[in-house]
């Protein structure tokens, strides 16, 4: 690879970058560099076939593809079919199972009662009368006027605790707001128009928006190891962490990371669904994946599974999952960005580079109004 005669850069083989360097390449014609520090395309959603297992495993933890926006959901039909798959949590509390976001099956079950979808708040309000805020000032607060005490201390507080490393009290309301509580039986995860996991796996779609000719990939590089040898017209799009492209000059912007802990288990089926929650503080993992449910349609060998336990924890700049945002945060990003505004030809993008959480549809529809507006014209 000649570095300084590189016309486009992308630093990142996610979706945001996949996303450019396909359109770069596919719709504007002209070859592009795209890179990676890891050994792999795909960014978080990679994944790999278990070798012992033959199971499909989301590396960095269970992706499922979800969207209502048209545009986005032909983008990715352009690359993959999905498979009929349909998301449903459920969570583990005492050795019982109860079903997430919380809905009439969890409260009829915790509360060991058999309401009717237009008796659930009037049986709510019993427990509101007994602790109630009028104005809640934070998750815990707002989860309390939703659920009651004894269920968010159940079903909520543990996890919370186990995921963010903070009690719900020091977290804004905002983040249960997202869930809210449903009077029906409705278990779908999410609501969107399509949803599904790619029939061939993540990894292939990678492979296909990163076919043509024009685009040279080249994985085990760090944009930090090359820069200085980059001609200065190179125009960068950058889906890193800001803080890291800066040396972290001004401080780290703080991440959750995640741990994941494979397991081959010698049963058919180990808890009958992709994802259980584990709500209890005392129980060191927060979820248990077994990916082997994504693909109902595909054949599996009937005397073993995988599964995957996740452990959250602090990140110490190494691999940023999750950003804890919040005021400082917010402050330091805002630090990092003034840089960037002061450099030349560099784009910035992504759920590092926004320091956001995107969902992958989301992470698409950014970077599709990012080439359209800022590369293309
Ligand atoms: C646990 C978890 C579960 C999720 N589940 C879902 C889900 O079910 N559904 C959903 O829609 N979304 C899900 N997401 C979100 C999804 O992972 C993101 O939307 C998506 O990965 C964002 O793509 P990206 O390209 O911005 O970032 P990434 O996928 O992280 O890609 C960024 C890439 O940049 C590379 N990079 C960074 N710095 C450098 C550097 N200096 N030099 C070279 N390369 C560099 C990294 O190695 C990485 O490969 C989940 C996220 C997490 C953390």
Redesign the pocket.
């Known amino acids: 690879m000649k570095l300084d005669e590189i016309e486009y850069l992308v630093?990142?083989?996610?979706?945001?970058?996949a996303t450019i360097a396909e359109r770069i390449a596919n719709d504007l014609g002209k070859s592009v560099t795209i890179?990676?520090?890891?050994n792999h395309i795909?960014?978080?959603?990679y994944s790999e076939i278990n070798a012992e297992t033959g199971i499909e495993v989301h590396k960095?933890?269970?992706?499922?593809?979800?969207t209502s926006n048209t545009t986005v959901w032909d983008y990715i039909n352009r690359f993959t079919s999905f498979n009929g798959y349909n998301h449903q949590v459920l969570t583990t509390f005492e050795n019982k199972v109860y079903q997430m976001p919380i809905n009439l099956e969890t409260i009829n079950s915790f509360y060991n009662v058999n309401l009717k979808p237009f008796e659930v708040d009037e049986f709510l309000d019993k427990e509101r009368a007994k602790e109630f805020y009028p104005k809640p000032q934070n998750m815990e607060e707002q989860s309390i006027n939703y659920f009651g005490r004894p269920l968010y201390e159940a079903l909520l507080k543990g996890y919370t605790i186990k995921q963010w490393d903070k009690v719900p009290s020091e977290l804004p309301a905002s983040i249960i707001q997202r869930l809210p509580q449903r009077n029906n039986y409705n278990e779908n995860y999410y609501f969107d128009t399509w949803q599904g996991i790619p029939s061939l796996g993540y990894t292939k779609i990678f492979e296909k928006m990163l076919s043509s000719s024009l685009i040279k990939l080249q994985l085990n590089?760090?944009?930090?190891e090359i820069k200085e040898q980059l001609n200065e017209d190179t125009v960068i799009i950058y889906?890193?962490?800001l803080d890291?492209?800066f040396n972290f000059k001004y401080g780290q912007l703080d991440y959750r990371t995640?741990r994941f802990e494979e397991e081959v288990k010698n049963v058919a089926d180990y808890q009958g669904t992709a994802v259980m929650n584990y709500a209890e503080k005392e129980t060191p993992y927060t979820r248990i994946h077994e990916p082997k449910h994504l693909h109902p349609e595909r054949d599996f060998l009937d005397d073993k599974t995988l599964i995957v336990k996740e452990y959250s924890l602090q990140d110490n700049g190494e691999a940023p999952?999750?950003p804890i945002g919040g005021t400082e945060n917010k402050e330091l990003y805002a630090k990092y960005l003034a840089e960037v505004a002061k450099m030349k030809n560099i784009i910035v993008?992504?759920?590092?580079?926004d320091y956001k959480?995107?969902?992958?549809?989301?992470?698409i529809e950014n970077a599709l109004s990012v080439y359209e507006q800022h590369i293309k014209q």
């Open positions: 630093v990142g083989a996610g979706f945001f970058g890179i990676d520090k890891r795909g960014g978080n959603c960095y933890g269970t992706h499922i593809f979800h590089t760090d944009f930090e889906s890193g962490s890291r492209l995640l999952y999750y993008g992504g759920r590092l580079g959480y995107y969902d992958m549809h989301q992470t």
